[in-house]
């Protein structure tokens, strides 16, 4: 079956500019999960969805990042300004929600590279 | 806070070789514990689990992992090492029961396994 899916899987643009990034998750699943790894700063967790509701944002790094989730199934990771810094594979995962350890399912990530 | 330290960033070994990738965790409530395996170019995929009852958990390719509560470790190990196990490990920890019904993944830095002929 589908698995999650993520657009582009490459991107590169210049400093300064905006980027979006897409990820569609597995069909049913209502939790929805953005993270960011880099060579620097490892795996880290951004923003978690519940439907198309964010109850933790907690790993968002500024105030240039920010993401929505539409018809609780596609979700768009929007980074304003790009620094180099925000070089780094942006990783999307989803799951069954619910107080389980319902396995994260992972798409193949976005390269972001800022030049 | 919970956090995760895997220890070695690089493994070699030999080819049928016992596999070993150390993991540590640090958290305030009981959690629950990951194994992940990363390809390169690809993105991440689940191991195996620990969340409550048997220690000795056993996943996927014939890994296994054991916890510790004592040690606050969950071991990755595999009794002989294959070409194709040549890939990087991610530990990973949640607040699990205590997590309010979502799983945010807390990650260690990864430990690159690299198996020889």
């Known amino acids: 079956g589908a698995g999650v899916s993520q657009s582009p899987s490459n991107k590169v643009t210049e400093k300064g500019k905006d980027v979006e990034l897409r990820c569609d998750p597995i069909s049913g699943h209502t939790a929805l999960y953005w993270y960011r790894q880099s060579l620097g700063q490892g795996l880290e967790f951004l923003i978690y969805?519940?439907?198309?509701?964010?109850?933790?944002k907690s790993g968002l790094p500024s105030d240039r990042f920010s993401a929505e989730r539409t018809g609780g199934s596609v979700s768009t990771l929007t980074i304003q300004r790009t620094q180099q810094e925000d070089s780094a594979v942006y990783l999307c995962?989803?799951?069954?929600?619910?107080?389980?350890?319902?396995?994260?399912?992972f798409g193949p990530g976005t390269r972001l590279t800022v030049t | 806070a919970q956090s995760v330290t895997q220890l070695g960033s690089h493994v070699s070994v030999s080819e049928g070789a016992l596999v070993l990738l150390r993991c540590n965790y640090s958290s305030s409530v009981p959690p629950y514990l990951f194994w992940y395996v990363q390809y390169p170019n690809q993105g991440l995929q689940l191991l195996l689990k620990?969340?409550?009852?048997?220690?000795l958990v056993k996943g996927i390719n014939g890994f296994e992992a054991e916890f510790k509560k004592s040690e606050t470790s969950f071991h990755l190990t595999k009794p002989s090492a294959h070409m194709s196990d040549a890939a990087e490990y991610f530990c990973a920890v949640t607040l699990g029961s205590f997590s309010g019904g979502y799983n945010k993944l807390i990650f260690g830095a990864g430990t690159r396994l690299a198996v020889h002929p």
């Open positions: 969805f519940q439907g198309n509701s964010a109850p933790d």
């Open positions: 620990y969340t409550t009852g048997a220690t």
């Open positions: 995962a989803s799951s069954f929600s619910g107080q389980g350890a319902y396995e994260q399912y």
